[in-house]
């Protein structure tokens, strides 16, 4: 099993930054990659941002590319996620991921096996 905590969510205005983190802990050695997911009032769960634990190759939704970046500390077994130039539609309770599965789609929240609490983003206009 692993453990996911997410912190660093809050209330920002348009155009400003917050940074995520998401601490791992348990059977963290199986780890696969690890993603960030959102989910607004009212809509699916959307895919962000993910990165692999071996080599560090991140992805991210065309929504968000060039405003978010993910990273990883391996000694920490910690995934952040820094957002920058943020827009009221990045309002949602953001949630982190992790998976062990080494096949398949990892823009799929279907792909990961383990999920944080979730944390509350709000951007004002």
């Known amino acids: 099993q692993v453990q996911l905590v997410e912190s660093g969510g809050g209330l920002v205005q348009a155009g400003g930054s917050l940074r995520l983190s998401c601490a791992a802990s348990?059977?963290?050695?199986?780890?696969?990659?690890m993603g960030w997911f959102r989910q607004a009032p009212g809509k699916e769960r959307e895919f962000v941002a993910r990165i692999k634990w071996s080599g560090g190759s991140t992805d991210y939704a065309e929504s968000v590319r060039g405003r978010f970046t993910i990273s990883m500390d391996n000694a920490k077994n910690q995934v952040s996620l820094q957002m920058n130039s943020l827009k009221p539609e990045d309002t949602a309770v953001y949630s982190c991921?992790?998976?062990?599965?080494?096949?398949?789609?990892?823009?799929?929240?279907?792909?990961?096996?383990?999920w944080g609490q979730g944390t509350q983003v709000t951007v004002s206009s």
């Open positions: 348990g059977r963290t050695f199986s780890t696969f990659a």
């Open positions: 991921a992790a998976t062990d599965r080494v096949y398949g789609i990892l823009s799929n929240p279907g792909r990961y096996n383990y």
